[in-house]
């Protein structure tokens, strides 16, 4: 590939950010660029002082229809589109009057933050950019004569080169522009169909287009032979995407799923009725309680397993104070998540270099619609996301005997975790704090041993007479398929169950229940997560 320059004489200016605009324009004014604009960039540019062209002197016909017709122009597309080199073209712009445009800059209507205002369904439509992306498309698929510029970012690297290059663009810039154009305008029209599948309440659409912004490169993914970076969707939930990083090293692929995960977790906790702290490793939370003040739930998830929770993402539903950050800093953590954090808190987190410390300013609504999605090969999952919340199920009693009041709130606990535990999932759990979690295998039975035999070295850890689980409830994220997982449960301890039932075998597993003075309720509602 040759350097290919093309000199700039003539840019059009149109855009709604305008961060950086009036220099921009100052600087292509030097290099004797004629300026074109519309509209309100137009007046900017004129404020300024600087001689600029309005589209309509260009195309000879004025705005109409509310400037939805400004730029849609032969003038305007033949002069992006036109091949320099191509004697047709040449002609065609000679007979038509045709200018060559050599720069095109524009950033689009701001739809997706119209949307994320709450603005009403016609403020949004009227936010629908047309002209901007039909000429950011013309101006990239002739990149070969034209740049293409769609964010102030990239006014530094166009100035650079035409300081360089007397006044042109390399074609090496001008690919990587028009590259950077196509995926703006995808993702505009993702933010757009996705708005309207919303509105529209369509499920399954039959396009499904996403898109994003980069947030960051990564140093490498979930191995490092592995690549990856990290993009910001239109969605602004709570989390590690729109977290402030107040220090520690730069998060990695597997610290940036970490925390997602336990800031996931937290935000089932209202920050109003209790203080609660989530410790996650490898996506799952090994340690979750609830306590009166953040540093006594912290020791009580800590307690349920102290050796996963070394290298782990500690999540909080209220801001970081010091007691808990002076607790926290005892052993090794890789991050921790909070709302926010008083300035004790983040200059004890200081004396800690490496940990990073995030605050997200509030927490996720875990009854929030939205969407997730997987690749599997050839093709996406997406599904709805589990916005089930315990507070809004009916747990209905179907043994014999019904849970004590303590069982009760502590079923509720559990099953609010279990929700963010890798399936198969068994949550002990007692004076709401895990005591026992046994996460993602295959058998249900083995994820009840496990958590047992976790809560065991627990115990002998904290030298413990015995594991507590014994007294503890349990809770399952799907139904028991026979008994005996229910029975290693109850042979750990547990003296109350909470699963969704709906297995053909639920009298057999009631029966059991029955059988061993054990309480038990269905939530009708299951929580998978693979």
Request: charged share 25%; with cysteine; hydrophobic share 45%.
């Amino acid at each position: 590939m040759t350097d290919h320059p093309r000199r700039v004489t003539r840019a059009l200016l149109s855009v709604s950010d305008k961060t950086g605009l009036i220099e921009f324009a100052k600087a292509l004014a030097a290099h004797d660029v004629e300026l074109v604009s519309t509209g309100g960039t137009a007046k900017a540019i004129a404020a300024a002082g600087l001689k600029v062209k309005d589209v309509s002197d260009l195309t000879g016909f004025p705005e109409m229809m509310d400037g939805r017709v400004k730029t849609l122009h032969p003038k305007v597309h033949g002069g992006l589109l036109a091949i320099r080199d191509n004697k047709e073209h040449a002609e065609a712009m000679k007979a038509h009057g045709i200018a060559p445009i050599d720069l095109l800059v524009v950033n689009l209507y701001p739809f997706e933050a119209t949307v994320d205002k709450g603005a009403g369904f016609e403020d949004c439509i009227e936010n629908i950019d047309i002209g901007g992306p039909a000429m950011i498309r013309a101006a990239a698929k002739n990149h070969d004569d034209v740049a293409v510029v769609v964010e102030a970012e990239d006014y530094k690297a166009v100035l650079d080169e035409l300081a360089a290059n007397n006044g042109a663009t390399t074609l090496k810039l001008r690919r990587r522009l028009a590259a950077k154009a196509y995926a703006r305008t995808a993702a505009y029209d993702a933010a757009i169909s996705n708005w309207f599948n919303r509105q529209l309440e369509i499920d399954a659409p039959d396009f499904r287009a996403f898109g994003g912004r980069l947030i960051q490169s990564l140093r490498y993914g979930e191995n490092p032979h592995q690549t990856a970076a990290f993009y910001a969707t239109p969605d602004k939930r709570p989390g590690v995407s729109t977290a402030r990083q107040l220090q520690g090293k730069e998060l990695s692929y597997n610290n940036i799923n970490d925390t997602d995960a336990a800031y996931e977790c937290i935000g089932e906790f209202d920050a109003k009725r209790t203080a609660a702290c989530v410790i996650v490793k490898h996506a799952n939370p090994c340690g979750v309680a609830e306590g009166s003040d953040l540093v006594s739930a912290y020791r009580k998830a800590l307690a349920c397993d102290s050796t996963s929770a070394f290298g782990g993402i500690i999540a909080m539903n209220r801001a970081l104070d010091a007691d808990t950050a002076r607790e926290i800093t005892k052993i090794f953590t890789e991050v921790i998540i909070a709302p926010d954090a008083s300035e004790e808190a983040i200059a004890i987190i200081g004396g800690k270099k490496n940990l990073r410390l995030l605050l997200a300013g509030s927490l996720p609504d875990p009854r929030a619609p939205g969407l997730t999605a997987k690749t599997v090969a050839g093709g996406l999952l997406v599904q709805s996301r589990d916005n089930a919340v315990v507070d809004d199920m009916t747990f209905k009693v179907v043994t014999k005997r019904a849970p004590t009041d303590a069982e009760m709130r502590d079923l509720k606990f559990a099953f609010r975790v279990a929700k963010h535990v890798k399936s198969n999932t068994i949550i002990y759990a007692k004076d709401l704090a895990t005591v026992g979690i046994g996460a993602g295998q295959m058998s249900r039975v083995d994820s009840a041993r496990i958590a047992a035999r976790k809560a065991q070295d627990a115990a002998n850890e904290l030298k413990l007479a015995e594991p507590l689980t014994k007294g503890s409830v349990v809770a399952s994220d799907a139904f028991f398929p026979f008994a005996d997982g229910m029975l290693a449960c109850i042979e750990a301890g547990a003296t109350a169950v909470v699963q969704p039932g709906g297995s053909m075998r639920d009298d057999e597993v009631i029966k059991a229940a029955d059988e061993h003075g054990i309480a038990m309720v269905f939530t009708g509602t299951r929580h998978f997560r693979h």
